[in-house]
Every structure is written in C-alpha cells, then in structure tokens.
C-alpha cells in the first residue's frame, strides 16, 4: 500500500497554497508515491470546448509534462505559473514521486471532498486564507468545510498573516 500513496494538494496558486505544496513535498512525499494537485476553477469557466466533457467528472489525470505545457494547460484554461511548475518538477526528480493534475469546476469545498473520494487520495495538505472571523462567516472556510468533511487526513498549511 506504501507504493499506492496518493497524496493531494489542493492548488490555486496563490502564496498560501504554494506553501502548502512546499510543505507536503518536504513532510509527507516519499518515494514512489503520487502527488496530485487538485485545482478548482469557477463552474463558468468550463462552458465552451472540450471542457464541457469533464465538467461533471474532472479532467482527466494530467501528467507533469502536459502540467508543464503552457499550450495544453490553456485549453483547460489554466495557467499555472512558473514557480509552481518549478517546484513539482524538482520535487518529481529530486523526490522520484509522481506528479499529476487533476482540474475539477465548480464550489471548491465540494470539488475537494470529491477528489478525496474519487481519485482517491490517501492524505490532503491545502493552505488557508487567513479570513478573519467575519469574512469566514459570510464566505465560509473552504479548508474547514474540508476538514469536516474530508474521508481521509487532511493537514491545513496556515498563511503568513
């Protein structure tokens, strides 16, 4: 089962959530596992082309090479930036783990929870905002929500704030 690790990181490229990437390569990725960053776009943004095929269900598992591809990416409407693509691909030869994409649309709390179900993943790491406490009641923590819900562990990376 060791060989069969899935571990995710929920990715949208913001500070918070490539320290949460930084994080699980360094504390939980060993050798042989998978790594797989989840990414939630809006539920709009997948209206038109071959997106609307993986509208329900996710795109399908994106390898690193097409991850790394500025042209592939765009038809998913994704733009990953450099320092990202940089970390996984130092972590992927440096670590010999893995690396796959999986791009879901949607509410990011329940696209999340399906990834964790779906795929399935062994182990989640994501960042968090830092919302204070009235912006969390009317926005809601998308990493509480996960973390109440979630089937699997899940270890929540705190912001700098």
């Known amino acids: 089962m060791d060989a069969e690790r899935r571990i995710g990181v929920a990715v949208d490229f913001s500070p918070c959530s490539k320290k949460a990437l930084k994080w699980a ?3 939980v990725a060993r050798k042989g596992d998978h790594l797989i960053l ?4 809006p539920a709009d943004v997948y209206e038109h082309g071959e997106m ?3 509208g329900v269900t996710g795109s399908p ?3 690193l090479p097409e991850f790394s591809d500025a042209h592939i990416m765009n038809k998913y409407e994704v733009k990953p930036d450099a320092e990202t693509v940089d970390i996984v691909t130092t972590a992927a030869s440096q670590k010999e783990i893995t690396v796959l994409v999986k791009i879901y649309w949607g509410d990011a709390r329940e696209k999340i929870i399906e990834a964790i179900d779906k795929i399935p ?4 790491v994501m960042g968090n905002r830092g919302l204070g406490t009235l912006k969390r009641v009317i926005m809601g923590s998308v990493s509480n929500y996960v973390v109440n819900n979630a089937h699997c562990p899940v270890t929540v990376v705190k912001s700098e704030t």
Not at 121 to 124: E, K, Y
């Open 61 to 63: 598992l994106i390898p």
């Open 121 to 124: 993943l062994s182990f989640l």
């Open 25 to 27: 390569i360094d504390n």
């Open 52 to 54: 609307q095929l993986w």
């Open 38 to 41: 989840v990414i939630v776009r």
